[in-house]
């Protein structure tokens, strides 16, 4: 090539670039606020919508854990955007850790966490996601680990001085400025002007003290820096925190405010049980009918249902945000895949489409609510709103699904039926339905590619082997993957009872096979199904919407024992037969598996295991082989010839005594109480606000108590989830009379707690009792129990939201066969000193049912 022709293709390529800037910078889509508050895009005038995820492999934890692993950080970026666009994300948000990108005097530094950022910004952008960028988080680099000496102007000076020193304001406006006139070198595009970036949020969390005009004048400041950078974006500030300063927020030259959700608080380091529908009813903002703030444009800069492990809630929030005026929502927080094993970034969050595929396909839901449900549609209150437009969830089933003509989406077995198959063109989920069954545990996806040709792609295998909300660590694995083969079925009148199977991803080795009466077995990968007969130039190189038709992304495989999950029933009544259930999580079918009863008299009984779906087995034991008092088992697995048994095979048993080589369950009378809360072995699973006061001990009996004194003369409550304590005893309940605590007042008067019963549906029933300042059995008659409220626990953030709500309908009944959570509430009392209310403490031994 000679230098000529080098020079033109060189000046060329300049023009073009010249030409694509330009056009962005005069021509550019921006959002902007109409006059009652809603964002809509310039050239169309339609209303914004948006859903995603924040993500942040760019810093912080994630990069260096990235480094530690020696993960190439572009490729994990790669990786999890392609599922991104498989959950139907469009929309991404981050707190940028300005620690990391700047120095003191908030001088943007052109350094790796930057150049990650635009790569990962890039990269979402040719799957169709839009953004919302915070600029500032306030927050050193570490957690979970200690803060490196980093060079930004948050570390220098703090989050408080940073809302108040002169000299670190200069420092963030300095800041503000350059980061949105950066440009971006994989686009060639400023972020002022980037037109898929929608809007900015000034900064993460700022809690302000001072005064209203205070609060006014440092956003002011912020906002100005901004708009000399010639961006015309929607500015927004957080204005779910220091909410007694919000006139300041209301007065200052913003668009919108952004707002949280953790309606289950955060770091209970277990995972939460019980129906939490109820905990997200509502999203009520207590200023909703402020004048000012009717104008303001509404987002959600981060949500979760934290230390929850179930996919039945995300659906349920987006709807309460919708209701709320809400049109953005990203989720806190996506875990990065290379190390989502462990769960180590926000332990008290799990989300990730291999690790967690439920709760993904719940977000994937969830993003479907955001675009279809009106702005403030209101579906009335729980229990009514369950049910929503194209969307149901159910806590019973853990079960949230969506259908439309066109679209099948659900999290777990649903026996829904689309209204017309034939017409479906898109098919996601998890377990079986009327048109999947699937016996692995990974989410599967159907796509329409045209008419008899489908792309279907199966995920491998993820079980949880530990609770993931725990203490984490990276040397902790919480989750297995296994690349197993599974049957699949799959009824679409499209494709009709047989079709054609053929690998698409790149290093797919299983043969093409065809389906015989729509069944056939499937291992993880991308394939192409087509109808018997018919013709297609669909292949795996083909573009199709945001992705190519042969892209597939998974962990390799990491199982490399079997595990045996099994919590042991903790009491079980005689005369009837026990049901034994099992995960058996092996690399390929075991030979055979069993339980062997440890017999008092020297001899054991063994009782087959048989498989029921996928890695779940169950035995039932008959009654007359269970006598009253303790039963040892253990569960023995034949593989290869060799028999193992569990749970010692699995248990570094080196210092641990016979007890802990046997699962043990109690059978007992069937007239014998059923205890639903004992202070010893269920007070670290206690739902309930932070108290420095309480305390478990042992008394002189030798029976443990929990003590526990409200810090404030206000309202306290505490749950706890019975239902897997009593699962041995449902039997029984219908004879049970009466309610009782066991327990004593902590002060020298009496002390009111209301105790309640909550059912599986989400309806309360509870009396009032005075606790006297002795040991005593408090009793009451559960024919005595009324309606009575549902409190709002763990307390939700932001701390504004109600307290407790009305879930039982007027009509309801007490039904002692559906019950599974136990609530106490304390109750403040009046004092001899006018307008003031003290509360007492208690301590409670146990709660049980007579």
Same mark, same amino acid.
């Given at each position: 090539?000679?230098?000529?022709?080098?020079?033109?293709?060189?000046?060329?390529?300049?023009?073009?670039?010249?030409?694509?800037?330009?056009?962005?910078?005069?021509?550019?889509?921006?959002?902007?606020?109409?006059?009652?508050?809603?964002?809509?895009?310039?050239?169309?005038?339609?209303?914004?919508?948006?859903?995603?995820?924040?993500?942040?492999?760019?810093?912080?934890?994630?990069?260096?854990?990235?480094?530690?692993?020696?993960?190439?950080?572009?490729?994990?970026?790669?990786?999890?955007?392609?599922?991104?666009?498989?959950?139907?994300?469009?929309?991404?948000?981050?707190?940028?850790?300005?620690?990391?990108?700047?120095?003191?005097?908030?001088?943007?530094?052109?350094?790796?966490?930057?150049?990650?950022?635009?790569?990962?910004?890039?990269?979402?952008?040719?799957?169709?996601?839009?953004?919302?960028?915070?600029?500032?988080?306030?927050?050193?680099?570490?957690?979970?680990?200690?803060?490196?000496?980093?060079?930004?102007?948050?570390?220098?000076?703090?989050?408080?001085?940073?809302?108040?020193?002169?000299?670190?304001?200069?420092?963030?406006?300095?800041?503000?400025?350059?980061?949105?006139?950066?440009?971006?070198?994989?686009?060639?595009?400023?972020?002022?002007?980037?037109?898929?970036?929608?809007?900015?949020?000034?900064?993460?969390?700022?809690?302000?003290?001072?005064?209203?005009?205070?609060?006014?004048?440092?956003?002011?400041?912020?906002?100005?820096?901004?708009?000399?950078?010639?961006?015309?974006?929607?500015?927004?500030?957080?204005?779910?925190?220091?909410?007694?300063?919000?006139?300041?927020?209301?007065?200052?030259?913003?668009?919108?405010?952004?707002?949280?959700?953790?309606?289950?608080?955060?770091?209970?380091?277990?995972?939460?049980?019980?129906?939490?529908?109820?905990?997200?009813?509502?999203?009520?903002?207590?200023?909703?009918?402020?004048?000012?703030?009717?104008?303001?444009?509404?987002?959600?800069?981060?949500?979760?249902?934290?230390?929850?492990?179930?996919?039945?809630?995300?659906?349920?929030?987006?709807?309460?945000?919708?209701?709320?005026?809400?049109?953005?929502?990203?989720?806190?927080?996506?875990?990065?895949?290379?190390?989502?094993?462990?769960?180590?970034?926000?332990?008290?969050?799990?989300?990730?489409?291999?690790?967690?595929?439920?709760?993904?396909?719940?977000?994937?839901?969830?993003?479907?609510?955001?675009?279809?449900?009106?702005?403030?549609?209101?579906?009335?209150?729980?229990?009514?709103?369950?049910?929503?437009?194209?969307?149901?969830?159910?806590?019973?089933?853990?079960?949230?699904?969506?259908?439309?003509?066109?679209?099948?989406?659900?999290? @777990? /077995?649903?026996?829904?039926? +689309?209204? =017309? !198959? #034939?017409?479906?063109?898109?098919?996601?989920? *998890?377990? &079986?339905? $009327?048109?999947?069954?699937?016996?692995?545990?990974?989410?599967?996806?159907?796509?329409?590619?045209?008419?008899?040709?489908?792309?279907?792609?199966?995920?491998?295998?993820?079980?949880?082997?530990?609770?993931?909300?725990?203490?984490?660590?990276?040397?902790?694995?919480?989750?297995?993957?296994?690349?197993?083969?599974?049957?699949?079925?799959?009824?679409?009148?499209?494709?009709? @009872? /047989?079709?054609?199977?053929? +690998?698409? =991803? !790149? #290093?797919?080795?299983?043969?093409?096979?065809? *389906?015989? &009466?729509? $069944?056939?077995?499937?291992?993880?990968?991308?394939?192409?199904?087509?109808?018997?007969?018919?013709?297609?130039?669909?292949?795996?190189?083909?573009?199709?919407?945001?992705?190519?038709?042969?892209?597939?992304?998974?962990?390799?495989?990491?199982?490399?024992?079997?595990?045996?999950?099994?919590?042991?029933?903790?009491?079980?009544?005689?005369?009837?037969?026990?049901?034994?259930?099992?995960?058996?999580?092996?690399?390929?079918?075991?030979?055979?598996?069993?339980?062997?009863?440890?017999?008092?008299?020297?001899?054991?009984?063994?009782?087959?295991?048989?498989?029921?779906?996928?890695?779940?087995?169950?035995?039932?034991?008959?009654?007359?082989?269970?006598?009253?008092?303790?039963?040892?088992?253990?569960?023995?697995?034949?593989?290869?010839?060799?028999?193992?048994?569990?749970?010692?095979?699995?248990?570094?048993?080196?210092?641990?005594?016979?007890?802990?080589?046997?699962?043990?369950?109690?059978?007992?009378?069937?007239?014998?109480?059923?205890?639903?809360?004992?202070?010893?072995?269920?007070?670290?699973?206690?739902?309930?606000?932070?108290?420095?006061?309480?305390?478990?001990?042992?008394?002189?009996?030798?029976?443990?108590?929990?003590?526990?004194?409200?810090?404030?003369?206000?309202?306290?409550?505490?749950?706890?989830?019975?239902?897997?304590?009593?699962?041995?005893?449902?039997?029984?309940?219908?004879?049970?009379?009466?309610?009782?605590?066991?327990?004593?007042?902590?002060?020298?008067?009496?002390?009111?707690?209301?105790?309640?019963?909550?059912?599986?549906?989400?309806?309360?029933?509870?009396?009032?009792?005075?606790?006297?300042?002795?040991?005593?059995?408090?009793?009451?008659?559960?024919?005595?129990?009324?309606?009575?409220?549902?409190?709002?626990?763990?307390?939700?953030?932001?701390?504004?939201?109600?307290?407790?709500?009305?879930?039982?309908?007027?009509?309801?009944?007490?039904?002692?066969?559906?019950?599974?959570?136990?609530?106490?509430?304390?109750?403040?009392?009046?004092?001899?000193?006018?307008?003031?209310?003290?509360?007492?403490?208690?301590?409670?031994?146990?709660?049980?049912?007579?």
């Amino acid at each position: 090539m000679t230098n000529n022709n080098m020079r033109l293709i060189i000046n060329s390529f300049l023009l073009f670039l010249f030409t694509y800037h330009s056009t962005f910078a005069q021509q550019p889509n921006d959002v902007y606020v109409d006059p009652s508050g809603i964002m809509r895009w310039g050239e169309t005038k339609e209303e914004v919508r948006g859903f995603g995820v924040n993500y942040t492999v760019p810093f912080a934890y994630a990069y260096r854990v990235a480094k530690q692993l020696n993960v190439n950080p572009e490729q994990a970026i790669d990786n999890d955007v392609y599922h991104f666009s498989r959950l139907g994300f469009d929309l991404y948000r981050v707190h940028v850790w300005d620690t990391e990108i700047s120095d003191t005097l908030g001088n943007l530094l052109e350094n790796e966490h930057l150049k990650l950022l635009d790569y990962a910004l890039t990269k979402m952008k040719t799957r169709g996601m839009k953004f919302v960028l915070t600029p500032i988080a306030y927050w050193g680099n570490g957690w979970p680990e200690k803060d490196e000496k980093t060079p930004g102007f948050s570390r220098k000076y703090g989050k408080a001085a940073c809302l108040t020193n002169p000299e670190a304001i200069k420092a963030q406006q300095n800041y503000l400025y350059q980061f949105l006139n950066h440009v971006n070198p994989y686009t060639g595009v400023a972020y002022k002007n980037e037109p898929d970036l929608i809007a900015f949020e000034i900064s993460n969390e700022p809690q302000h003290g001072g005064s209203t005009s205070d609060v006014t004048a440092f956003i002011n400041g912020m906002v100005a820096s901004m708009r000399k950078t010639g961006c015309k974006k929607p500015v927004f500030y957080n204005i779910s925190h220091s909410i007694h300063l919000a006139q300041g927020y209301f007065d200052a030259n913003i668009d919108g405010g952004t707002f949280q959700w953790y309606p289950t608080g955060l770091q209970a380091k277990h995972e939460i049980m019980g129906n939490l529908l109820p905990n997200v009813d509502d999203y009520k903002i207590p200023f909703a009918a402020n004048p000012r703030f009717k104008k303001m444009a509404k987002i959600v800069y981060e949500f979760d249902a934290a230390d929850v492990g179930r996919s039945y809630i995300y659906p349920a929030m987006a709807r309460s945000f919708r209701t709320a005026g809400m049109q953005l929502a990203t989720h806190f927080a996506y875990d990065p895949t290379y190390f989502a094993y462990a769960n180590t970034e926000y332990d008290t969050h799990y989300m990730n489409l291999i690790y967690t595929p439920q709760k993904a396909l719940s977000l994937k839901i969830a993003s479907e609510v955001f675009h279809r449900v009106p702005l403030y549609k209101d579906y009335g209150k729980f229990p009514a709103n369950i049910a929503f437009g194209d969307f149901k969830v159910s806590y019973a089933q853990d079960l949230a699904e969506m259908v439309t003509k066109d679209k099948f989406i659900y999290t @777990n /077995n649903t026996t829904t039926k +689309p209204a =017309n !198959a #034939g017409a479906l063109e898109h098919v996601s989920g *998890s377990g &079986n339905s $009327a048109v999947v069954k699937y016996e692995g545990t990974g989410a599967y996806f159907l796509d329409k590619l045209e008419n008899g040709v489908w792309r279907l792609e199966v995920l491998p295998d993820a079980i949880w082997i530990e609770d993931p909300f725990g203490y984490n660590s990276l040397d902790k694995k919480l989750a297995v993957i296994n690349w197993r083969t599974w049957p699949m079925s799959v009824q679409l009148p499209d494709l009709r @009872n /047989n079709f054609e199977i053929t +690998p698409l =991803n !790149a #290093g797919n080795h299983n043969a093409a096979l065809k *389906s015989r &009466n729509n $069944a056939f077995n499937i291992a993880p990968g991308a394939y192409l199904l087509v109808k018997k007969g018919a013709k297609t130039k669909f292949h795996a190189s083909t573009q199709w919407k945001n992705m190519t038709l042969g892209e597939f992304v998974a962990p390799a495989a990491t199982l490399t024992q079997t595990y045996v999950l099994h919590t042991p029933i903790p009491e079980a009544s005689a005369g009837r037969e026990l049901d034994v259930n099992v995960q058996i999580v092996s690399l390929q079918q075991p030979e055979q598996a069993q339980i062997k009863i440890l017999g008092k008299n020297g001899k054991s009984m063994a009782f087959e295991l048989v498989r029921k779906k996928g890695y779940h087995y169950s035995s039932q034991i008959p009654a007359a082989d269970l006598g009253e008092g303790t039963i040892q088992y253990t569960i023995v697995v034949k593989e290869k010839g060799v028999e193992k048994h569990y749970p010692a095979a699995q248990k570094n048993t080196a210092n641990e005594g016979e007890n802990e080589l046997s699962f043990r369950t109690n059978i007992v009378p069937k007239s014998s109480n059923i205890a639903i809360f004992n202070a010893a072995k269920d007070h670290q699973k206690l739902l309930r606000p932070y108290s420095k006061t309480s305390r478990i001990s042992v008394k002189e009996n030798g029976i443990s108590e929990l003590s526990i004194t409200p810090e404030k003369a206000e309202a306290y409550a505490m749950r706890f989830n019975f239902k897997e304590k009593i699962a041995g005893r449902s039997a029984d309940l219908s004879g049970k009379k009466n309610l009782v605590l066991y327990g004593r007042a902590l002060s020298q008067k009496a002390c009111e707690v209301q105790i309640a019963l909550i059912s599986t549906d989400g309806s309360v029933f509870g009396k009032k009792v005075d606790i006297e300042p002795k040991d005593g059995a408090y009793q009451i008659s559960l024919n005595a129990l009324k309606n009575a409220e549902f409190i709002s626990l763990p307390r939700p953030y932001p701390g504004f939201l109600p307290y407790s709500l009305q879930t039982t309908p007027d009509n309801a009944s007490f039904n002692i066969d559906q019950i599974e959570t136990l609530q106490l509430s304390f109750l403040p009392v009046e004092t001899v000193h006018q307008n003031q209310k003290s509360i007492s403490g208690i301590a409670v031994e146990r709660v049980v049912l007579e």
